[in-house]
C-alpha cells in the first residue's frame, strides 16, 4: 500500500507500507529511494514480522521537494518528514538507516523522534586525517554544480572527493545503465553533506547530539569494509548511552539483505515491546 504523510513544513512525504506487526521505518541513505531494489527487498523479509515503512526523503521519487533549504535548515525539515513518518506509523518504531539515512535517523531521535531502537549499517563518517578527506570546499561545490544542474559532474564530485572512490571506477559507472538513477537524484546529495555535519572532517566523534540518545542502537558494519568503517562504528557505539556493536562476515558497503535481515530480527527480539 502507498500513502502520503504531510511534514511539518507542508512538504508531501511517499510511503509504502507493507506487512503486519510492530513498525519498522527504513531510511536511505545518498542515491536511496523507497523503491531501491534492496529496500524492497528488506521489506518483503521483514513483513511477516514487522509493519515496514519505507519513504521517499524529500527530493526523491515521489515525495515532494519542499522549500528550498540548506544546510542545518535541510536538516531539521529532513528530521521533521522522518517524525511525519512515525507519526503515521502511530507506535514507537524500530527504525533502520543505511549509510547517511543511519546518521539522520540518530539525529531525528536526538531531536526528540520516538523510536524504541536504532540499526544503523555503516555510518560514514571520517574521523581520521590518515584516510582521504573531502577538500575543502567540498560541500559549496557540490551545491554550485547542482544550482547549475551539472548532475554527472555533481555525482562525480559526490563519489570521487567525498566517497573516496577511484576516479577510474567511477569512469566506468557512467556507461553502466544506473548512472541514470544516480543522476536523477543528485540534487539531493547536498541534504546528505548537511546531515553528516562536521563529522566527515577528519576529528574524532563530538559527544553530541549522539549522547542524547537513551533507546539502544546497535551500530553494524560489514567484515569486508574498510578499517576505517569499522572504527568509525566503533566510536560511535562508544557515544551512545545504549549502544551496541556487531560486524556482518563477508559484507561490505553493497550489504546483503539477508543479513541485514538477520540482524535487525535479533536485535529487536532483544527490545522491551512498545
Same mark, same amino acid.
Given at each position: 500500500?502507498?500513502?502520503?504523510? @504531510? =511534514?511539518?513544513?507542508?512538504?508531501?512525504? !511517499?510511503?509504502? /507500507?507493507?506487512?503486519?506487526? +510492530? %513498525?519498522?521505518? &527504513?531510511?536511505?541513505?545518498?542515491?536511496?529511494?523507497?523503491?531501491?531494489?534492496?529496500?524492497?527487498?528488506?521489506?518483503?523479509?521483514?513483513?511477516?514480522?514487522?509493519?515496514?515503512?519505507?519513504?521517499?526523503?524529500?527530493?526523491?521519487?515521489?515525495?515532494?521537494?519542499?522549500?528550498?533549504?540548506?544546510?542545518?535548515?535541510?536538516?531539521?525539515?529532513?528530521?521533521?518528514?522522518?517524525?511525519?513518518?512515525?507519526?503515521?506509523?502511530?507506535?514507537?518504531?524500530?527504525?533502520?538507516?543505511?549509510?547517511?539515512?543511519?546518521?539522520?535517523?540518530? @539525529? =531525528?531521535?536526538?531531536?526528540?523522534?520516538? !523510536?524504541?531502537? /536504532?540499526?544503523?549499517?555503516? +555510518? %560514514?563518517?571520517? &574521523?581520521?586525517?590518515?584516510?582521504?578527506?573531502?577538500?575543502?570546499?567540498?560541500?559549496?561545490?557540490?551545491?554550485?554544480?547542482?544550482?547549475?544542474?551539472?548532475?554527472?559532474?555533481?555525482?562525480?564530485?559526490?563519489?570521487?572527493?567525498?566517497?573516496?572512490?577511484?576516479?577510474?571506477?567511477?569512469?566506468?559507472?557512467?556507461?553502466?545503465?544506473?548512472?541514470?538513477?544516480?543522476?536523477?537524484?543528485?540534487?539531493?546529495?547536498?541534504?546528505?553533506?548537511?546531515?553528516?555535519?562536521?563529522?566527515?572532517?577528519?576529528?574524532?566523534?563530538?559527544?553530541?547530539?549522539?549522547?542524547?540518545?537513551?533507546?539502544?542502537?546497535? /551500530?553494524?558494519?560489514?567484515?569486508?569494509?574498510?578499517?576505517?568503517?569499522?572504527?568509525?562504528?566503533?566510536?560511535?557505539?562508544?557515544?551512545?548511552?545504549?549502544?551496541?556493536?556487531?560486524?556482518?562476515?563477508?559484507?561490505?558497503?553493497?550489504?546483503?539483505?539477508?543479513?541485514?535481515?538477520?540482524?535487525?530480527?535479533?536485535?529487536?527480539?532483544?527490545?522491551?515491546?512498545?
Amino acid at each position: 500500500m502507498t500513502t502520503q504523510v @504531510r =511534514s511539518p513544513d507542508g512538504t508531501t512525504i !511517499a510511503v509504502d /507500507v507493507i506487512g503486519s506487526g +510492530p %513498525p519498522l521505518i &527504513l531510511v536511505g541513505g545518498a542515491f536511496s529511494y523507497r523503491r531501491w531494489k534492496g529496500f524492497v527487498d528488506l521489506a518483503d523479509r521483514l513483513s511477516d514480522t514487522f509493519t515496514v515503512y519505507g519513504y521517499d526523503r524529500r527530493g526523491r521519487g515521489d515525495s515532494g521537494p519542499g522549500p528550498t533549504a540548506s544546510g542545518p535548515a535541510s536538516v531539521i525539515a529532513e528530521v521533521g518528514d522522518l517524525a511525519a513518518v512515525t507519526g503515521h506509523a502511530g507506535a514507537d518504531p524500530l527504525i533502520f538507516g543505511m549509510s547517511s539515512g543511519g546518521v539522520l535517523a540518530l @539525529r =531525528s531521535v536526538a531531536a526528540g523522534v520516538p !523510536a524504541r531502537g /536504532v540499526v544503523v549499517y555503516q +555510518p %560514514p563518517f571520517v &574521523l581520521s586525517a590518515a584516510g582521504p578527506l573531502p577538500p575543502a570546499g567540498f560541500a559549496q561545490h557540490l551545491d554550485r554544480l547542482v544550482a547549475a544542474d551539472q548532475r554527472s559532474a555533481a555525482v562525480r564530485w559526490f563519489m570521487t572527493r567525498g566517497m573516496g572512490a577511484p576516479a577510474p571506477v567511477v569512469a566506468l559507472m557512467r556507461l553502466a545503465p544506473f548512472w541514470k538513477h544516480l543522476t536523477a537524484v543528485a540534487h539531493t546529495l547536498p541534504a546528505d553533506i548537511a546531515v553528516m555535519g562536521d563529522t566527515i572532517e577528519g576529528r574524532p566523534l563530538d559527544r553530541d547530539p549522539w549522547a542524547r540518545i537513551e533507546v539502544p542502537v546497535l /551500530v553494524l558494519d560489514g567484515g569486508k569494509s574498510s578499517k576505517a568503517t569499522g572504527l568509525a562504528a566503533d566510536q560511535l557505539a562508544d557515544r551512545l548511552p545504549a549502544g551496541q556493536r556487531a560486524t556482518l562476515p563477508g559484507q561490505g558497503h553493497n550489504v546483503a539483505m539477508p543479513a541485514l535481515e538477520r540482524a535487525i530480527r535479533g536485535f529487536a527480539g532483544l527490545l522491551t515491546p512498545s
